[in-house]
């Protein structure tokens, strides 16, 4: 492919001004994060003499579903199948009472 310094082609043009674009976009992306310091904060006018406290975390209850077997209907289960089987996995301490 030969190019004269006047002529480009539309594909190329395409090419050079999407890479630019990329260039630009990434230059732009990075440059806050490249010259801030990891313990700096941007925003100074918020910046507080005392530091934030954390609110305390929050226990969450899990709920069970209507359709789950309790406890007991799952060791009577694991017992009914597990019999004869190996004592590992899903079985490890059903296969005997």
């Given at each position: 492919?030969?190019?004269?310094g006047?002529?480009?082609?539309?594909?190329?043009?395409?090419t050079?001004?999407?890479?630019?674009?990329?260039?630009?976009?990434?230059?732009?992306?990075?440059?806050?994060?490249a010259?801030?310091?990891?313990?700096?904060?941007?925003?100074?006018?918020t910046r507080?003499?005392?530091?934030?406290?954390?609110?305390?975390?929050?226990?969450v209850?899990?709920?069970?579903s209507?359709?789950?077997?309790?406890?007991?209907?799952?060791?009577?289960?694991?017992?009914?199948?597990c019999?004869?089987?190996n004592n590992?996995?899903?079985?490890k301490?059903?296969?005997?009472?």
């Amino acid at each position: 492919m030969q190019r004269d310094g006047h002529h480009t082609t539309a594909a190329g043009l395409i090419t050079k001004t999407v890479l630019l674009a990329c260039t630009a976009l990434a230059a732009i992306t990075l440059a806050p994060h490249a010259t801030a310091k990891p313990g700096d904060n941007q925003d100074t006018t918020t910046r507080s003499a005392q530091p934030l406290k954390k609110a305390p975390p929050t226990k969450v209850k899990a709920y069970k579903s209507s359709s789950e077997e309790t406890e007991a209907e799952r060791s009577r289960r694991l017992y009914r199948e597990c019999k004869g089987m190996n004592n590992a996995g899903a079985c490890k301490g059903y296969t005997r009472k």
